[in-house]
Each structure stands twice: as structure tokens, then as C-alpha cells.
């Protein structure tokens, strides 16, 4: 059972250039979500999902893109990366909600955009 | 919207010592409260939580915390630390903004347990 995976683990990226981090769970977890965490601050929600095919932004979701086509994917796209984006990435499930249960997290995309 | 203080960015304690890390909301009505725990080179764990019931609740690793709902707050206690202790520990509480599956989480405290 790998729980949430997360790839890539570190990547650096130029101004302007656009990649997927991807997250995979093999939970059968209804939600799943994308957080940044920047030094010194909490983890910030980017965007969440309640299930295939429904996506909802978090707090922070400018800049960034998701899908949901499979119960076990769920894919955060940056298109133009800009030095705000530098920061570590998380992507969680939870089988009923984060507020009800337990989230899984992924081990983190460190991020660095120069 | 929901705030979660966490004032003790890093604490540094010697092995056996007791340990309390304060974490401190600002949404007065009914949340749910979470303290999740980063082991280096670890995953984000749960450590413990409290949706209702007992204001003490008990966590894994002998960790426990209290409720106290007059003060907005959710202190990680535990009586004796190891050096295995070492980690960053997360305060997170349910966000009565917008969805109710969103979690607002503490800015993070991290210990070092000296041996």
C-alpha cells in the first residue's frame, strides 16, 4: 500500500516555464487536496477535490490549474512559473473530508522557480 | 476566516523535559482540532484530534491535548521527550469559511530533543 505519492521530489524551474506535479493515491480516497508551505508559515490550501471530475479552489489558487479524471489522480499544473511559486508542495487524501478525518500527505515537491 | 497561531517557532528541550506547545484559534464556534506532526524525512502524520467529548485527548507516542474552548486553544502536551521527538508539529483547525472541508493549519513549531 503506497499511500500518496508525490513526483517529482525537488525541481527548478526558469521564469515563465510551466510544469505538473503530479499525486497518485491508491486509497480509494474520495478528496484530495494541494497545499503550499512557505518558511515560516502554514500550510496554505491551493485547491481541493471532492471526487472525479469536481474540483473547488482553496485559498491561494492563483496561478495554478488542477483535474480530477480518476479517483486516484490528481494533478496541479503551473503554467507560468513565477519566484511566489517557490515552495514546498503537498498533496494530501482523505477518504471523508479533512475536517472529519485524518488527511494522508504525499512526502513534498520542493519547488524553487529562479 | 479562521487564524491559527502557533507562537513557539522553534523549541529546543533536553531529553526527559516536559513539553507544551501553545496553539491558539480566532473562529469562536463549534471546529474540529488537529495537531499533526513532520518526523524528518518523514510524511505529514496525524498525531491526535478532537471533534467532541473529553476536552483531553490522547494522541500516539504519549503525546496528549487539551481543549480549552474559553481561550481558543489546543496545547500539545507531553510529559517526557525523546530525542525521537524531533520534528515539526502542525496545529490545524477546521475553517468555518466557504467549504467545511477546509482546514486552516498553524504556521509550525519546530522541536529539537538534544540527547
Known amino acids: 500500500n503506497a499511500g500518496v505519492t508525490q513526483t517529482p521530489k525537488f525541481r527548478i524551474l526558469k521564469i515563465g516555464q510551466s510544469m505538473t506535479l503530479q499525486c497518485t493515491q491508491d486509497?480509494?480516497?474520495?478528496?484530495m487536496y494541494w497545499y503550499r508551505q512557505d518558511p515560516g508559515m502554514g500550510l496554505k490550501l491551493i485547491y481541493y477535490s471532492v471526487g472525479a471530475g469536481i474540483t473547488d479552489k482553496g485559498e491561494v489558487p492563483n496561478g495554478y490549474n488542477v483535474s480530477r479524471s480518476t479517483t486516484e489522480d490528481f494533478p496541479l499544473r503551473l503554467e507560468l512559473a513565477a519566484p511566489s511559486q517557490t515552495s514546498v508542495y503537498f498533496c494530501?487524501?482523505?477518504?471523508?473530508?479533512?475536517?472529519?478525518?485524518?488527511?494522508?500527505f504525499g512526502s513534498g515537491t520542493q519547488l524553487s522557480v529562479l | 476566516a479562521q487564524s491559527v497561531s502557533q507562537h513557539n517557532h522553534h523549541v529546543i528541550l533536553s531529553e526527559a523535559a516536559s513539553l507544551e506547545l501553545g496553539c491558539n484559534y480566532s473562529y469562536g464556534g463549534t471546529v474540529n482540532l488537529f495537531w499533526y506532526v513532520q518526523y524528518p524525512g518523514q510524511h505529514l502524520q496525524l498525531l491526535l484530534k478532537?471533534?467532541?467529548?473529553?476536552?483531553l485527548v490522547k494522541g500516539i507516542k504519549g503525546f496528549e491535548a487539551e481543549f480549552i474552548k474559553s481561550k481558543f486553544s489546543f496545547n500539545l502536551r507531553k510529559p517526557s521527550v525523546q530525542w525521537s521527538d524531533t520534528a515539526e508539529y502542525f496545529c490545524?483547525?477546521?475553517?468555518?469559511?466557504?467549504?467545511?472541508?477546509?482546514?486552516?493549519f498553524g504556521s509550525g513549531t519546530q522541536l529539537t530533543v538534544l540527547p
Open positions: 486509497m480509494n480516497h474520495n478528496y
Open positions: 494530501a487524501s482523505s477518504l471523508q473530508g479533512a475536517t472529519n478525518e485524518k488527511l494522508f
Open positions: 490545524a483547525v477546521t475553517s468555518p469559511r466557504g467549504s467545511a472541508r477546509q482546514l486552516t
Open positions: 478532537y471533534f467532541s467529548g473529553d476536552p
